[in-house]
T-cell receptor
């Protein structure tokens, strides 16, 4: 079983809709969770971090964490074509020196 | 804040030569830097983790004698690809983590290496 799993997609949503990206992880003691956005040909950009159960909102982005279910998600409200990118879920494994385990990424396509 | 730069942004070299890539944290002290490689349409692959002033820790399958990493200061790490071959052509990305909450990593813009 992969340590961090994401559906590779592509996930296609119309402009203005809510895009929901999901991620599951296998290590129960993970404490830090991150969402990165990567445009084609570019490096990843940190868009959200979350450390405790519940929701965390930042503009159009909401990260949701459920440690009991080992599940973290990212909601993008009012999706825009400029949100079209690959979204990477990353998890910090306790005991490592800050090393992150990345999922394979979900490709999001927002259609005008 | 949390800006990381890389130089060069792209490089073309001949097979058998060596290439050095620099990674700098511009506005924070990076106690740990990470080097990744990414092939087209694939996910990030961690190559090594380097802490300031100590030897890098390489991931399984990464040749430490081929990919030399130096992290001499809290703002600079370098990756040298020695005796480069066409199969080393890839997108190399560094990230930096400092005295920030929760191990957030900030990525540089990447270096595209082409070996001819």
């Amino acid at each position: 079983q992969k340590e961090v799993e994401q559906n590779s997609g592509p996930l296609s949503v119309p402009e203005g809709a809510i895009a929901s990206l999901n991620c599951t992880y296998s290590d129960r003691v993970s404490q830090s969770f991150f969402w990165y956005r990567q445009y084609s040909g570019k490096s990843p950009e940190l868009i959200m971090s979350i450390y405790s159960n519940g929701d965390k909102e930042d503009g159009r982005f909401t990260a949701q964490l459920n440690k009991a279910s080992q599940y973290v998600s990212l909601l993008i409200r009012d999706s825009q074509p400029s949100d079209s990118a690959t979204y990477l879920c990353a998890v910090n494994i306790v005991g490592n020196t800050g090393k992150l385990i990345f999922g394979q990424g979900t490709t999001l396509q927002v259609k005008p | 804040g949390a800006v990381v730069s890389q130089h060069p942004s792209w490089v073309i070299c001949k097979s058998g030569t060596s290439v050095k890539i620099e990674c700098r944290s511009l506005d924070f002290q990076a106690t740990t830097m990470f080097w990744y490689r990414q092939f087209p349409k694939q996910s990030l692959m961690l190559m090594a983790t380097s802490n300031e002033g100590s030897k890098a820790t390489y991931e399984q399958g990464v040749e430490k004698d081929k990919f030399l990493i130096n992290h001499a200061s809290l703002t600079l790490s370098t990756l040298t690809v020695t005796s480069a071959h066409p199969e080393d052509s890839s997108f190399y990305i560094c990230s930096a983590s400092g005295r920030l909450a929760g191990y957030e990593q900030y990525f540089g813009p990447g270096t595209r290496l082409t070996v001819t």
